[in-house]
C-alpha cells in the first residue's frame, strides 16, 4: 500500500511532542493534543471496550483496534490490510481533522479519510463501542463512527444496512484467518431487492442467505423463534437505507454477531460466571444452509440421505454426476406444464396444479405482492411464466418464475411453498396417498393380529411358567411404556424373517458381543444390509436396556447418530434393527496395529468433529436432552466414509427441559470413560458425556486405550499420562506415529489441549458441547489452561470401583456395573 503524504501533520506531530501525556486509561476521547502512543490506551467511560495497539497470537505485526475487556475479543481493527512492523505507531487527529495510524516515520497508513472535517475534530470511544469522529465546531457532529465501518463484529445498536439507490453498504467482512486481521474472502451484507435477506458472500459468490423478513424473524433462521435471537429489528430511513439492528431488553446482557474466518455468522454471549464468551447460534451449521447446495429445482434436507433430491415434477440434470453426489447442474421439469404446451402448440390437456411443499425455506428473488390467500393462487395460475408461491405471514403473497434456487427442508418452521406441476404428477401424489392410507389400514390390521396372538401366548405362557412371572410382568410394562411413547410406527420385523437374514443367527454373521447380547449381520429379502441386536435371554438388565435404547432411539434423527430401522418381539425374542456400519467400529480402528494406519490426522478430526455434533444434538438440538452415559469406541460406529455415529443408547437417560443434572443409585457404563461425579456419588449430567468425549478424544490422538494404558514408571492412566506430559511442555510422546505430521501439529495440539479440559476434575470447569464446537474450528481462539484432570493415576481409577461395589448393593437383576466391551 503507497503511505498518503504526510507533510501537513510534521508541524502538528512537532507541537504534540511538546503535549503528549501520560494519561493512561483516564480517558475516552483523542483530540489535537491528546494522542495514544503504543502501547497507551484509552477506555469506554463505562470502562466496557478499549481503544489501542494489539498483536493477535503468534504475530509481531502491531494494529489499532477496539476490544472488549481482553486483546482475545477484537471488535474492529483501523488498518486491517496494513500492520504497523514495530511498537512506534501513533492514533492522532490530523491538521484536516480526520483520525489517522501513524508509523514510526511519521507516515499515515490508515485515516478515517472525510472530506469535510473541520481542523477543531476530536474522536471519543463511546459504552456502545463505537468510535466517533465529531466535528466539535458545529455543536460536536458525527462526520465519521466506527460502526459504519465495521470489521468482523456486528455490536449491539450497530446497523448493518444497504442505500437501495446507490448500492452503498455497511456490511460485515470477516478476517482472513483466526489470527490475521486482513480482509478475508467472506462478507455479510443486508440485500433489500423485494424482501430482505441476510446475506453471506464468498468473493462474490453467495454462501449462505437468511430467507425473507416477515416483520419479527427471517424465515429462513426457524432458530430465531427462541428467546436468544431475539431484539432484531429491520427498517428503512428516509433517505432509502434499508438496516437491521439489534438491541436486548436488559442492557446487561453481552451479545455480538461474529463472521468468522470460515464464513460462518455466529453469536456469542458473555459468561460472567465462567469469564469467557459462549457460543449459541451459528450458520451456515450444516451443508444444507450453503447457499444452493442441491442446485436449482433440488431441496436439501440434512437428515435425509442423501441431502439432495429434485423437487416433485423434475428430475436430475445428469443422473450419472447426480448418483456420484455432484449436485450442482440441479434438476429439471421432468413433465411440460399444460401452459406451455398450449403456448407452443402441442394439445391441449387437463390444467396445471400445485404441490404444497411444507416447512422449507423459500427460494431466492421472489417477487413480493399485496395479493393474499387465494388471489395468491388466482394470480400465480394465470400466468405461465408463474412457476411456485408462498403466502408468507408478516409479509404477504410472494411468487417466483424462472430457476427455483436453495431450497431445504426444516424439521419445523420454515413456510409452506406451492410448487407447480402438470397435472399428471398430481395424479401420482394422489395415488401415493392412496397407497400410504392403505398401508397404514393394513399395517394397523396386522398388528393387531399380533397382538391378540401375542397376548394369547403370553397368557398361556404365564399360566405354565409361574417361575417366569417376574420376567413377563417387566416384558408387559415393556409394551406399555412403548404404547405409551408413542412408538406404534416404529416398523416391526418378524423374528422369522430376521433368522433367515442372519442364516439363523450364524456364528459367521456375528459382528460383536455386549452385556446385552450378540450383535448379527443380516440381509433382509430386498438385499437391504442390516445389524441385528439381540436381547440375550439371561440378561434381566440387557431387558431394561432394550426398553430405554427403544424410547430414546425412535425419536432421534441426525446423520451422527446410528439410525433404528425397527425392533423384533416375539415371546422371549427381542431385538432391535439398525442400519448396517461398514467399518463397524471406532475402537478396530484405533486400537488395532493394522488398521491403524488407514486413518490419518484429516479422518480422524472429522471424526472427533462428528461426534461432537452428535452430542450437540442429544444435549441442545432435539426433542429431548438426552445424556448418553456410555460414550466410548466402541459406540462409534463408521459407515462407509468412515463418519461416525454414535449407537448404543441402552444406557441413556432422558432429561425434560427444566432439568439439567439428575442422580442415580445404580451406575452403569464402562470404568475409563466415567465422568469423577458419575462413578463416585451417582450424579451425571451434560458434563458427563463432555468427560467421556475428553477420554475419547485423547483415545483417538494418541492411539492408546484409557482402561489398558499403563505406564510402568508413575502407574499412570492416560489422563494421568497426557497431563504429565502436558505440564512438562512435551506432548509430542503421546502422538500416535501414524498421524504426526508437522503440518497439523498445531490443530493436534489444540485438540489434546480441548480434551484436557474435558476431563477436568469439577464437571462446572469442563466446557459444553457447543463451546467445544467452537474450540475445534478455532473460532475460541486463547483456550483457557487446563485443571488437572480425574483419575491420573490408575490406582484412582480402581479405588473409584472399588467404591461403588463396597457402597451399592448388587444383586443378578440389579448389576451396579455394566462394563461393555467392543463390538
Known amino acids: 500500500m503507497e503511505f498518503i503524504s504526510c507533510l501537513n501533520l510534521i508541524p502538528v506531530l512537532f507541537i504534540f511532542s511538546s503535549f503528549h501525556l501520560d494519561f493512561g486509561n483516564a480517558i475516552d476521547t483523542i483530540t489535537s493534543s491528546q494522542f495514544i502512543k503504543d502501547p497507551k490506551t484509552i477506555n469506554s467511560k463505562n470502562s466496557r471496550f478499549t481503544l489501542g495497539f494489539f498483536s493477535p497470537e503468534n504475530s509481531t505485526n502491531r494494529y489499532v483496534g477496539i476490544w472488549y475487556f481482553s486483546e482475545s475479543t477484537v471488535i474492529w481493527v483501523a488498518n486491517r490490510n496494513n500492520p504497523l512492523r514495530d511498537s512506534s505507531g501513533i492514533v492522532t487527529i490530523s491538521e484536516d481533522g480526520n483520525l489517522v495510524v501513524l508509523n514510526g516515520q511519521k507516515e499515515v497508513v490508515w485515516s478515517s479519510n472525510v472530506s469535510n472535517t473541520a481542523i477543531n475534530s476530536s474522536a471519543q470511544l463511546s459504552d456502545s463501542g463505537n468510535l466517533v469522529l465529531k466535528d466539535n465546531s458545529r455543536s460536536k457532529t458525527a462526520v465519521w463512527e466506527s460502526f459504519q465501518h465495521p470489521s468482523d463484529t456486528m455490536m449491539p445498536t450497530m446497523k448493518i444496512s444497504t442505500d437501495k439507490r446507490t448500492g452503498e453498504k455497511v456490511q460485515l467482512t470477516s478476517w482472513k484467518g483466526s489470527t490475521d486481521p486482513s480482509i478475508g474472502s467472506y462478507s455479510s451484507s443486508l440485500e433489500p431487492l423485494n424482501v430482505p435477506e441476510i446475506f453471506i458472500w464468498n468473493g462474490t459468490s453467495p454462501y449462505w442467505r437468511s430467507g425473507p423478513w416477515n416483520g419479527q424473524i427471517f424465515t429462513g433462521v426457524p432458530e430465531m423463534n427462541s428467546v436468544y435471537l431475539d431484539g432484531f429489528k429491520l427498517g428503512e430511513e428516509d433517505e432509502g437505507t434499508v438496516y437491521l439492528t439489534f438491541a436486548y431488553a436488559d442492557a446487561s446482557d453481552l451479545s455480538i454477531f461474529v463472521l468468522n474466518s470460515q464464513g460462518i455468522l455466529e453469536e456469542r454471549s458473555w459468561n460472567d460466571e465462567k469469564d469467557i464468551w459462549e457460543v449459541g447460534w451459528t450458520n451456515p451449521e450444516d451443508e444444507c444452509d450453503v447457499y444452493g447446495k442441491c442446485g436449482t429445482f433440488g431441496i436439501c434436507n440434512y437428515l435425509s440421505s442423501p441431502i439432495c433430491s429434485c423437487l416433485r415434477g423434475y428430475k436430475p440434470t445428469n443422473k450419472e454426476e447426480w448418483n456420484q453426489k455432484n449436485w450442482t447442474n ?8 399444460q401452459c406451455e404446451r398450449a403456448k407452443n402448440g402441442s394439445e391441449a390437456g387437463k390444467g396445471d396444479g400445485f404441490l404444497k411443499m411444507e416447512m422449507v425455506k423459500v427460494p431466492y428473488l421472489g417477487v413480493w405482492s399485496s395479493s393474499l390467500g387465494d388471489k395468491c393462487r388466482t394470480q400465480c395460475i394465470a400466468n405461465c411464466s408463474c412457476i411456485a408461491y408462498a403466502n408468507v405471514g408478516g409479509i404477504g403473497c410472494i411468487s417466483w418464475s424462472g430457476n427455483l434456487t436453495d431450497i431445504q427442508k426444516f424439521s419445523s418452521g420454515g413456510d409452506d411453498l406451492y410448487l407447480r406441476v402438470a397435472f399428471s404428477e398430481l395424479d401420482k401424489e394422489r395415488d401415493f396417498k392412496v397407497i400410504i392410507i392403505i398401508t397404514v389400514l393394513i399395517g394397523i390390521i396386522m398388528i393387531s393380529i399380533a397382538a391378540y396372538f401375542l397376548w394369547r401366548w403370553t397368557t398361556k405362557y404365564r399360566a405354565n411358567k409361574q417361575k ?47 452385556g446385552f447380547g450378540p450383535v448379527y449381520k443380516g440381509i433382509l429379502e430386498d438385499g437391504k444390509e442390516v445389524a441385528v441386536k439381540r436381547l440375550s435371554r439371561a440378561s434381566g438388565q440387557g431387558l431394561e436396556e432394550f426398553m430405554n435404547e427403544v424410547v430414546v432411539i425412535s425419536k432421534l434423527q441426525h446423520r451422527n447418530l446410528v439410525k433404528l430401522l425397527g425392533c423384533c418381539i416375539e415371546g422371549d425374542e427381542k431385538m432391535l434393527i439398525y442400519e448396517y456400519m461398514a467399518n463397524k467400529s471406532l475402537d478396530a480402528f484405533l486400537f488395532k496395529p493394522l488398521k491403524q494406519k488407514e486413518l490419518d490426522w484429516r479422518k480422524r478430526f472429522n471424526i472427533i468433529q462428528g461426534i461432537a455434533r452428535g452430542l450437540l444434538y442429544l444435549h441442545r438440538d432435539s426433542r429431548l436432552i438426552i445424556i448418553h452415559r456410555d460414550l466410548k469406541p466402541s459406540n462409534i460406529l463408521l459407515d462407509e466414509e468412515l463418519n461416525p455415529k454414535i449407537s448404543d443408547f441402552g444406557m441413556a437417560r432422558i432429561f425434560k427441559g427444566s432439568e439439567d443434572e439428575d442422580n442415580t443409585i445404580r451406575v452403569v457404563g464402562t470404568y475409563g470413560y466415567m465422568s469423577p461425579e458419575y462413578a463416585m456419588e451417582g450424579l451425571f449430567s451434560e458434563k458427563s458425556d463432555v468427560f467421556s468425549f475428553g477420554v475419547l478424544l485423547l483415545e483417538i490422538v494418541s492411539g492408546r486405550k484409557n482402561t489398558s494404558f499403563y505406564d510402568d514408571d508413575m502407574s499412570l492412566t492416560l489422563l494421568g499420562f497426557a497431563w504429565k506430559l502436558w505440564n512438562e511442555e512435551n506432548v509430542t510422546p503421546l502422538i500416535s506415529l501414524e498421524i504426526y505430521d508437522q ?19 469439577l464437571a462446572r470447569d469442563r466446557p459444553t458441547v457447543a463451546t467445544i464446537i467452537s474450540m475445534l474450528h478455532s473460532e475460541i481462539v486463547n483456550l483457557p489452561p487446563p485443571k488437572q484432570p480425574a483419575f491420573t493415576q490408575r490406582q484412582n481409577m480402581l479405588s473409584a470401583e472399588s467404591s461403588q461395589k463396597k457402597h451399592r448393593p448388587s444383586s443378578i437383576n440389579n448389576v451396579t456395573v455394566t462394563i461393555v466391551q467392543g463390538r
Do not use: W
Request: proline share 3%; with cysteine.
Open 330 to 337: 440441479g434438476c429439471v421439469r421432468r413433465v411440460p406444464l
Open 468 to 514: 417366569s412371572k417376574g420376567l413377563l410382568d417387566f416384558s408387559e410394562d415393556l409394551t406399555a411404556d412403548m404404547k405409551r411413547a408413542e412408538l406404534q410406527e416404529l416398523p416391526l420385523f418378524e423374528f422369522a424373517k430376521l433368522a433367515t437374514a442372519t442364516n439363523d443367527f450364524h456364528s459367521a454373521n456375528k459382528l460383536g458381543q455386549g
Open 743 to 761: 503440518y497439523f501439529r498445531n490443530d493436534i495440539l489444540r485438540c489434546i489441549h480441548i480434551g484436557l479440559l474435558c476431563v477436568q476434575e
